[in-house]
């Protein structure tokens, strides 16, 4: 996560739009897998499951809500400072296998309420609050700064649509072979 601008953030409502449009195509894709394939590794081409991008995607969400209660509070958020002392991949690394022993029905319905308190309380910011920084001592506007915790290679607030072009294939390639093979083991035992 790169140090964002304030002139490059979106208004509020425009990055709330983008963040709740890429979750929620996130989460229609997810739903489209059989039960077996939500766990099924391989996503990217790499280790986790589409149940361990849920996990990724909702801990930063996680993170940014830390920093609106932190900025609440008048201090900082905690993210910060492990931004600074970790590695992100050691960051993602940690959070995924923490989450790794909830089964995926609990990691979706987590993933949902933790993206829906997160939209209620960047609904509840206000537009003034997004233009300042965090803090006193911030010179990083609020928005911009949430941009940059929930954003990807597209830009500030794109997180979930940076990992489309990973989950998209996946679930091609598993909702159409999983429902084929069903398909051919109910013609078979005709």
Same mark, same amino acid.
Do not use: C
């Given at each position: 996560?790169?140090?964002?601008?304030?002139?490059?953030?979106?208004?509020? &409502?425009? #990055?709330? *739009?983008i963040?709740? %449009?890429?979750? !929620?195509?996130v989460?229609?894709l997810?739903? +489209? @897998?059989?039960? $077996?394939?939500?766990?099924?590794?391989g996503?990217?081409?790499?280790?986790w499951?589409?149940?361990?991008?849920?996990?990724?995607?909702?801990?930063?969400?996680?993170?940014a809500?830390?920093?609106l209660?932190?900025?609440?509070?008048?201090?900082?958020?905690?993210?910060?400072?492990?931004?600074?002392?970790?590695s992100?991949?050691?960051?993602?690394r940690?959070?995924?296998? &923490?989450? #790794?022993? *909830?089964?995926?029905? %609990?990691?979706? !319905?987590?993933?949902?309420?933790?993206?829906? +308190? @997160?939209?209620? $309380?960047?609904?509840?910011?206000?537009?003034?609050?997004?233009r300042?920084?965090?803090?006193?001592?911030?010179?990083?506007?609020?928005?911009?700064?949430?941009?940059?915790?929930?954003?990807?290679?597209?830009?500030?607030?794109r997180?979930?649509?940076?990992?489309?072009?990973?989950?998209?294939?996946?679930?091609?390639?598993?909702?159409?072979?999983?429902?084929?093979?069903?398909?051919? #083991?109910? *013609?078979r035992?005709?």
């Amino acid at each position: 996560m790169g140090a964002a601008r304030a002139d490059e953030a979106p208004g509020r &409502r425009r #990055a709330m *739009r983008i963040l709740d %449009d890429g979750m !929620r195509e996130v989460f229609t894709l997810y739903d +489209r @897998l059989p039960a $077996r394939a939500r766990t099924t590794p391989g996503l990217g081409g790499g280790e986790w499951s589409p149940k361990d991008l849920l996990g990724h995607l909702e801990s930063w969400q996680e993170y940014a809500l830390e920093a609106l209660d932190a900025w609440q509070e008048g201090h900082g958020p905690a993210i910060d400072a492990v931004i600074w002392s970790t590695s992100t991949t050691a960051l993602n690394r940690e959070a995924v296998a &923490r989450k #790794a022993p *909830r089964r995926a029905a %609990d990691q979706r !319905r987590r993933a949902e309420a933790t993206h829906g +308190r @997160l939209m209620v $309380r960047l609904e509840a910011f206000g537009d003034a609050r997004w233009r300042r920084p965090g803090t006193a001592r911030g010179r990083t506007a609020a928005g911009a700064r949430l941009g940059d915790l929930l954003g990807g290679p597209g830009g500030l607030f794109r997180h979930a649509e940076a990992h489309l072009r990973q989950l998209r294939p996946f679930i091609e390639e598993r909702a159409g072979t999983e429902a084929a093979g069903s398909g051919a #083991a109910v *013609r078979r035992r005709r």
